[in-house]
């Protein structure tokens, strides 16, 4: 979209709205908002709406906590779920200061200072997420649990698919929403989805991923499921995923492509790549933000263990698909849908914009299967492995001060200081494994 204030009054008159919510994000990339009643509208396109926001994560508790919310007129998008007579609208909206200065913290000033670091350099990044996600029941409470009834498996059909009234649903709420959705699909654990929509400018596509997951809860909600973007819920089948895919363009063309090159990939993708790989171990923190995360990057499961990266097998940690022109694309496996979406693409993006910037030259790919290779074999090849917990990752981010600069040191400071906690409370816990293996025996 493209609106003015002028559109915003006529379409809040016109489709009779009667609730505005005021949306955004926290660190942890959980969606807040704040509604008011149609009667305010004057009020919020003035972004004189405050909030208290020390109570908020990641936002200041004790200077001047006092926030405003600036509606970014373009995602004005009216939920289709809603009542029809007096109908809820939403704004994702910029965190301000009550001076008018935008909060360093917020997730889409970050985002947006590495778009517009891009865009002075000549570019506009294009990003297609995949997210997955599973459809459990919940309890005779209401409580949501990890129970499902089905047994379908990677694109099968009904009445198998327990889960396809659902996602046929999702899908046509999200097109109204505007979304192009471009596929849609069982996946290959029981009850596990993926939905996926046509790749846009990189704030749209974070904007997208947000909306995303709050219409996919809703809506299974409705058909009495819990969806959870729970990275690996269980620990005997796949986890959830959130691919990456990202190109370059230029004028409106894809500068990622050259059908000259052996893998149809131009220099400025190479060294995109190159910059990829030299952050990826502190970007790792961002795009697997929780303790739960490093439980998918475990072999056998096609989530990636090592870092590599191939034109030719489908689980590398980058893979380059088969598909030139318009398509030509990098795609990353590993993020997963627990991330904040908008600090995964700043981050996603800085490194390869270093890359670019400082003409680093990506490792060689490797085009066998490493998920079929022995250790001898891996071992021969040196790849490094991924952070395997959410503390070895902290440990990168803290060292990674180009990263933490794409935060902002005060976020990253604080980011750092939470994943430690999180970690460290995790770590204490006594888990059913130690009981089963350790009660008996000792
Ligand atoms: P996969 O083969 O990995 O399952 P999907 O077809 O599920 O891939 O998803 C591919 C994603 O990549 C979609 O979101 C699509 O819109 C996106 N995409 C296509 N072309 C580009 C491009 N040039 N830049 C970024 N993303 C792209
Ligand atoms: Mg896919
Ligand atoms: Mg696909
Ligand atoms: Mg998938
Ligand atoms: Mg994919």
Redesign the pocket.
């Known amino acids: 979209h493209n609106y003015t204030r002028e559109d915003i009054l006529e379409l809040v008159e016109e489709e009779d709205v009667g609730f505005i919510r005021l949306q955004f994000t926290d660190i942890y990339g959980t969606m807040k908002n704040m509604a008011v009643t149609a009667s305010q509208l004057e009020k919020v396109l003035n972004n004189e709406c405050m909030f208290d926001s020390s109570a908020i994560k990641g936002y200041p508790n004790s200077e001047s906590p006092d926030m405003y919310l600036y509606p970014d007129l373009n995602t004005f998008e009216i939920f289709p779920w809603r009542p029809q007579q007096g109908k809820v609208a939403r704004f994702i909206c910029d965190v301000h200061r009550a001076d008018g200065t935008p909060y360093e913290g917020g997730s889409r000033y970050i985002l947006k200072k590495a778009v517009r670091e891009a865009a002075e350099m000549g570019y506009t990044v294009?990003?297609?997420?995949?997210c997955e996600f599973f459809l459990f029941h919940t309890d005779e409470n209401g409580i949501p649990t990890t129970i499902t009834h089905e047994q379908g498996g990677y694109f099968d059909v009904g009445p198998l698919d327990l889960g396809e009234n659902a996602r046929r649903d999702m899908v046509l709420t999200l097109e109204q929403m505007g979304f192009e959705i471009?596929?849609s699909h069982h996946e290959i654990a029981p009850a596990q989805h993926?939905i996926?929509?046509?790749?846009d400018e990189a704030l749209i596509a974070a904007d997208n991923i947000m909306t995303f997951k709050l219409v996919v809860r809703t809506i299974a909600k409705r058909h009495g499921l819990h969806a959870t973007f729970m990275p690996k819920p269980k620990s005997e089948a796949h986890g959830s995923g959130m691919?990456i895919?990202?190109?370059l363009?230029k004028e409106g063309t894809?500068i990622?492509q050259d059908s000259s090159d052996k893998n149809g990939l131009s220099q400025e993708a190479y060294y995109f790549i190159g910059g990829l790989f030299r952050h990826m171990k502190a970007i790792t923190c961002i795009a697997n933000p929780t303790v739960n995360s490093y439980k998918r990057f475990v072999p056998g499961y096609e989530a990636p263990v090592y870092m590599s990266w191939s034109a030719k097998t489908r689980s590398p940690l980058i893979?380059i698909?088969s598909?030139g022109g318009?398509?030509?694309?990098i795609?990353l496996r590993s993020p997963d849908p627990s991330a904040n979406p908008y600090l995964v693409l700043a981050v996603l993006l800085a490194a390869g914009m270093d890359g670019i910037r400082n003409k680093i030259v990506p490792q060689n790919s490797v085009d066998e299967d490493i998920q079929d290779m022995s250790a001898e074999q891996l071992e021969q090849l040196h790849l490094e492995a991924l952070p395997g917990s959410l503390l070895e990752a902290v440990h990168e981010l803290e060292k990674d001060t180009f990263i933490c600069k794409v935060l902002g040191e005060d976020l990253a400071a604080k980011m750092i200081a939470a994943y430690k906690k999180e970690y460290r409370d995790y770590s204490m816990q006594v888990t059913e494994w130690e009981i089963a293996n350790y009660l008996y025996k000792m």
């Open positions: 294009n990003v297609g997420p995949e471009e596929t993926e996926d929509f046509r790749y691919h895919n990202l190109s363009s894809n990622f893979r698909p598909v318009e398509k030509t694309r795609e």
